[in-house]
C-alpha cells in the first residue's frame, strides 16, 4: 500500500511527518552552530613545557 493518492502526492499523514522532520533538522543544525568551536581556537599552537629546555 502506498502513502501517496492517485494523483501521486504525498498523503496529509506524510507531508506532515516530512514538515516534522525538517524542523528537527533545523534545530539540530542551530543548536550544532551554536556550541560549534571556532577553528582558529582549536589549531592554535601551544608550546608544550616538556619539550622546554628545563634548568
Do not use: F, H
Not at 20 to 48: C, F, H, M
Amino acid at each position: 500500500m502506498s502513502d501517496r493518492d492517485d494523483t501521486g502526492k504525498p498523503s496529509a499523514g506524510e507531508q506532515i511527518d516530512a514538515a516534522e522532520r525538517e524542523e528537527a533538522k533545523r534545530r539540530l543544525l542551530a543548536r550544532a552552530e551554536s556550541e560549534r568551536i571556532p577553528v582558529e581556537e582549536t589549531t592554535r599552537a601551544v608550546p608544550d613545557r616538556r619539550w622546554r629546555g628545563e634548568s
